[in-house]
Nanobody, 117 residues
Framework: QVQLVEAGGGLVQAGESLRLSCAASGSISSGNTMGWYRQAPGKQRELVATITSGGSQNYANSVKGRFTVSRDNARNSVYLQMNSLKPADTAVYYC???????????WGQGTQVTVSS
């Protein structure tokens, strides 16, 4: 059973930074993609950033230049460094792992990020 545990959310002021982390336990194939989605109240869940096992990254236009996704393959962990935060970044952030070998996606429980103006 694969489990993802997130940490690092909180309440910050606009312009400040936060770092989210997500550790996956259980059996996951090496060829996987990890990343982050977010969901604001009343809105659909949206992609924030992804990173492949080889290190290729992809970002939503709204976070490019401010957020950086990284991973530690040895620890099956993914991170999201969020700088210059805006109130529009307020949401519940979910990490995920896409295990391409079995075409299955696992999700974290979500962590709240609130940015005050």
């Amino acid at each position: 059973q694969v489990q993802l545990v997130e940490a690092g959310g909180g309440l910050v002021q606009a312009g400040e930074s936060l770092r989210l982390s997500c550790a996956a336990s259980g059996s996951i194939s090496s060829g996987n993609t990890m990343g982050w989605y977010r969901q604001a109240p009343g809105k659909q869940r949206e992609l924030v950033a992804t990173i492949t096992s080889g290190g290729s990254q992809n970002y939503a236009n709204s976070v490019k230049g401010r957020f950086t996704v990284s991973r530690d393959n040895a620890r099956n962990s993914v991170y999201l460094q969020m700088n210059s935060l805006k109130p529009a970044d307020t949401a519940v952030y979910y990490c995920y792992v896409l295990d391409r070998a079995i075409t299955k996606t696992y999700w974290g429980q979500g962590t709240q990020v609130t940015v005050s103006s």
